[in-house]
């Protein structure tokens, strides 16, 4: 049974509009009220409408965009391409921030409630959900470009991407086959269930079935919590910290472009050189990839075509033409200067 707002007031001892006020954010009410309401809000996942007309008006035709990871720059190309589809099928663009530590289906029930949605985009991050918990959505939705859990039923759902396994394999294999055998990579914090899990299993394997044994100090990462993963930051500090441990390597694959560029200025303000000291890979075939210098050898996503079938897809959905839909592109790997034969 659903939650109420009455519900809420009655397990917290107040008023209905005390529980009205905290939700609201208004002024006027004591804090510990506020953070006991709030967090029986959360316990009890009650979503709360923005206004009684909610309740009573007909759906919108809005497609909300959920996205992880804001500050990477690959999905700014994939948003322009959304929005282009989604308003050529005479549909609003709802673009909205998930942060790490967000419950994608926590924000997407209460989205999915106070705007009238017709329908749902999941951008990025690593999909870790339940059929139980997915199938609270009462509308169409599709994951793109993101990772899906091995516990994640994924017959149950419809999604688009590229094979991070089989990719960053690609690229490592590559930079095995230039003569590299001291390859590090920048990936991912341990604990972080992201697309960043999959190019690290890429990373042992090629090394693997390339007579390489993966050694853990040669896979770094950056603790500072503060710094978005995908990011130049992220990867010129993970970088520097590779360089100043005195760890002997030739190459460094990093688990997106971003962080591969970040790693290239560390090299360089070290006084040293890409490719002449050590080659640097990436992953995503960002345009900052193309035009860096040098510029990066990486695995091109065909960005255009995973956007558009996105879209197509969840209209299908929409349409009730289809049930679920996987659809996984190839990536191209796209060799520039930033690497050399050993």
Request: contains cysteine; glycine residues 6%; aromatic residues 8%.
């Given at each position: 049974m659903e939650t109420t707002i009455k519900d809420i007031a009655r397990i917290c001892g107040v008023a209905v509009s005390t529980v009205s006020r905290a939700i609201n954010n208004h002024p006027d009410i004591n804090e510990e009220t506020k953070v006991l309401i709030m967090q029986a809000v959360q316990d009890y996942h009650y979503i709360p409408n923005n206004s009684a007309r909610n309740l009573k008006r007909s759906e919108s035709n809005t497609i909300a965009v959920l996205i992880k990871g804001i500050g990477n720059p690959f999905f700014s190309n994939i948003m322009k391409v959304f929005e282009k589809e989604i308003q050529k099928k005479k549909y609003s663009f709802l673009l909205h921030r998930v942060e790490e530590h967000e419950d994608e289906i926590e924000v997407a029930l209460q989205l999915e409630k106070e705007k009238r949605l017709k329908g749902i985009v999941f951008l990025g991050g690593y999909f870790l959900q339940s059929k139980e918990r997915l199938s609270k959505l009462n509308i169409p939705y599709i994951l793109s470009t993101g990772g899906v859990s091995d516990g994640t039923e994924k017959e149950s759902l419809s999604y688009?991407?590229?094979?991070?396994?089989?990719?960053?394999?690609?690229?490592?294999?590559?930079?095995?086959?230039?003569?590299?055998?001291?390859?590090?990579?920048?990936?991912?914090?341990?604990?972080?269930?992201?697309?960043?899990?999959?190019?690290?299993?890429?990373?042992?394997?090629?090394?693997?079935?390339n007579g390489i044994e993966p050694e853990q100090d040669l896979i770094c990462y950056n603790e500072d919590e503060t710094d978005q993963i995908f990011s130049m930051e992220y990867g010129y500090k993970a970088a520097k910290k590779l360089l100043d441990a005195g760890v002997f390597f030739t190459a460094i694959f990093a688990i997106s472009d971003s962080i591969a560029i970040g790693a290239a200025k560390a090299i360089f303000d070290s006084g040293k050189h890409v490719p002449e000291d050590y080659s640097i890979a990436g992953f995503d075939g960002i345009d900052y990839a193309k035009y860096y210098q040098p510029s990066i050898t990486t695995i091109q996503q065909p960005i255009e075509d995973m956007a558009t079938e996105t879209i197509r897809i969840l209209f299908d959905l929409i349409d009730g033409k289809k049930n679920t839909v996987g659809k996984i592109f190839s990536g191209e790997l796209v060799v520039g200067q930033s690497t050399k034969v050993l």
């Open positions: 688009v991407s590229v094979d991070d396994y089989k990719e960053s394999y690609k690229i490592v294999d590559y930079l095995c086959k230039l003569g590299h055998k001291r390859i590090a990579t920048i990936a991912a914090p341990p604990m972080d269930e992201n697309i960043g899990k999959l190019r690290l299993k890429g990373y042992r394997s090629a090394l693997k079935d």
